[in-house]
């Protein structure tokens, strides 16, 4: 796909079913289709700073992570930012987790083990397994997304875009945890109403591992290689993806390539997390931006051939998302050229 803001041409704009990978359409246009004067409703493109999004369980060593966006699939968004261990261990019921470590390590005990993330690392941990987590410097930044359907790695061959062998690292049983004391359980609902058990003891405490697969595992984003079309790009291609492929993602870090082209995308909804430069996506340069574009608005995005680079990744959803009070509170809306703030935000 070429740079459709080159001026001997006019814009092109393109229609798509089923994210990347269905029917389309091409039109042009003769004025930039992104741009709009103002919007209200809660199907708006917006943006936020995790920085500036202050997760409940900073302060609150008690609570959940803060929920940022909800939908009727059951897909939702969080963030988390601890500073100290959970007091609790959750157990997810109706869906499987993927945590994105934005910042800090974090070590994460569950009912298959443990392992210890980095920055950059997504870990998966499937509906049902127990689990907490704890910083082990002075804090950490996740970002969460749970899928109702089950996650798996499903890049587009068994070797190429992710070397399992080498990359893929698995909870381990061990070191010991004691059996412990009392231990408050919370089964985590989409719903929000959760159910808290208080358990004789430490659920997470095992012995050993009796079977070969372990369900939760970690992959650092810069080890998931980006694909593209050369010389012009092309869309990018998934590396999870749910049972029902309502939830894919993405590597969406700079690669040589085209500028998207301005688009609609009939199907999806469009998350893409700006991790870190050095070079700046667009109109994103802190780190830790979350961008939405809501299924069926139109937009651009930035340039991902930046020679600085940055590292990025996108959650295409096919449910419809809602942010919350809190989030649309701690968050701007956004342009949908290079996914700035909108020139109206703040008004
Ligand atoms: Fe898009």
Same mark, same amino acid.
């Given at each position: 796909m070429t740079d459709e803001t080159n001026d001997e041409a006019p814009p092109v704009q393109l229609w798509t079913r089923d994210g990347f990978m269905g029917a389309h359409s091409v039109v042009t246009r003769s004025t930039y289709a992104p741009d709009y004067v +103002?919007?209200?409703? !809660?199907?708006? $493109? *917006? *943006?936020a700073v995790l920085d500036r999004l202050t997760p409940d369980d900073w302060d609150d060593a008690q609570a959940l992570p803060t929920i940022v966006a909800t939908s009727r699939l059951g897909v939702r968004l969080l963030v988390s930012g601890r500073r100290k261990p959970m007091p609790y261990v959750v157990r997810n019921v109706e869906a499987d987790e993927i945590h994105f470590i934005q910042s800090g390590t974090v070590r994460f005990e569950t009912d298959v083990g443990s392992l210890t993330a980095e920055e950059g690392d997504f870990v998966c941990i499937p509906k049902a397994i127990a689990y907490r987590y704890q910083p082990t410097g002075e804090a950490m930044r996740s970002v969460i997304v749970e899928s109702p359907s089950a996650l798996k790695l499903t890049p587009p061959? !068994? =070797?190429?875009?992710?070397?399992?062998? *080498?990359d893929v690292t698995y909870a381990k049983v061990g070191p010991d945890i004691p059996a412990g004391g009392p231990t408050k359980l919370v089964l985590k609902c989409a719903d929000g109403e959760n159910t808290v058990f208080t358990m004789p003891h430490d659920p997470l405490s095992l012995g050993v591992q009796l079977s070969e697969s372990v369900p939760v595992w970690k992959i650092n984003l810069c080890k998931i290689q980006v694909l593209t079309y050369l010389p012009e790009g092309? $869309?990018?291609s998934q590396f999870l993806s749910s049972g029902t492929g309502d939830v894919l993602m993405f590597n969406l870090s700079s690669r040589t390539s085209g500028r998207p082209p301005i688009h609609i995308n009939a199907d999806f909804d469009e998350v893409i997390c700006y991790v870190r430069g050095p070079g700046a996506w667009g109109g994103c340069s802190d780190p830790g931006t979350l961008t939405w574009v809501p299924k069926g608005v139109i937009h651009h995005?930035? +340039? @991902?051939?930046?020679? @600085? =680079?940055?590292?990025?990744w996108l959650l295409e959803t096919r449910a419809t998302l809602r942010w919350t009070p809190k989030a649309i509170a701690a968050s701007q809306l956004m342009e949908t050229g290079e996914y700035g703030p909108h020139p109206s935000a703040g008004k």
């Amino acid at each position: 796909m070429t740079d459709e803001t080159n001026d001997e041409a006019p814009p092109v704009q393109l229609w798509t079913r089923d994210g990347f990978m269905g029917a389309h359409s091409v039109v042009t246009r003769s004025t930039y289709a992104p741009d709009y004067v +103002s919007v209200q409703g !809660p199907h708006a $493109p *917006r *943006r936020a700073v995790l920085d500036r999004l202050t997760p409940d369980d900073w302060d609150d060593a008690q609570a959940l992570p803060t929920i940022v966006a909800t939908s009727r699939l059951g897909v939702r968004l969080l963030v988390s930012g601890r500073r100290k261990p959970m007091p609790y261990v959750v157990r997810n019921v109706e869906a499987d987790e993927i945590h994105f470590i934005q910042s800090g390590t974090v070590r994460f005990e569950t009912d298959v083990g443990s392992l210890t993330a980095e920055e950059g690392d997504f870990v998966c941990i499937p509906k049902a397994i127990a689990y907490r987590y704890q910083p082990t410097g002075e804090a950490m930044r996740s970002v969460i997304v749970e899928s109702p359907s089950a996650l798996k790695l499903t890049p587009p061959a !068994p =070797t190429g875009m992710i070397n399992v062998a *080498r990359d893929v690292t698995y909870a381990k049983v061990g070191p010991d945890i004691p059996a412990g004391g009392p231990t408050k359980l919370v089964l985590k609902c989409a719903d929000g109403e959760n159910t808290v058990f208080t358990m004789p003891h430490d659920p997470l405490s095992l012995g050993v591992q009796l079977s070969e697969s372990v369900p939760v595992w970690k992959i650092n984003l810069c080890k998931i290689q980006v694909l593209t079309y050369l010389p012009e790009g092309g $869309p990018p291609s998934q590396f999870l993806s749910s049972g029902t492929g309502d939830v894919l993602m993405f590597n969406l870090s700079s690669r040589t390539s085209g500028r998207p082209p301005i688009h609609i995308n009939a199907d999806f909804d469009e998350v893409i997390c700006y991790v870190r430069g050095p070079g700046a996506w667009g109109g994103c340069s802190d780190p830790g931006t979350l961008t939405w574009v809501p299924k069926g608005v139109i937009h651009h995005g930035p +340039s @991902e051939d930046v020679p @600085e =680079t940055y590292q990025a990744w996108l959650l295409e959803t096919r449910a419809t998302l809602r942010w919350t009070p809190k989030a649309i509170a701690a968050s701007q809306l956004m342009e949908t050229g290079e996914y700035g703030p909108h020139p109206s935000a703040g008004k």
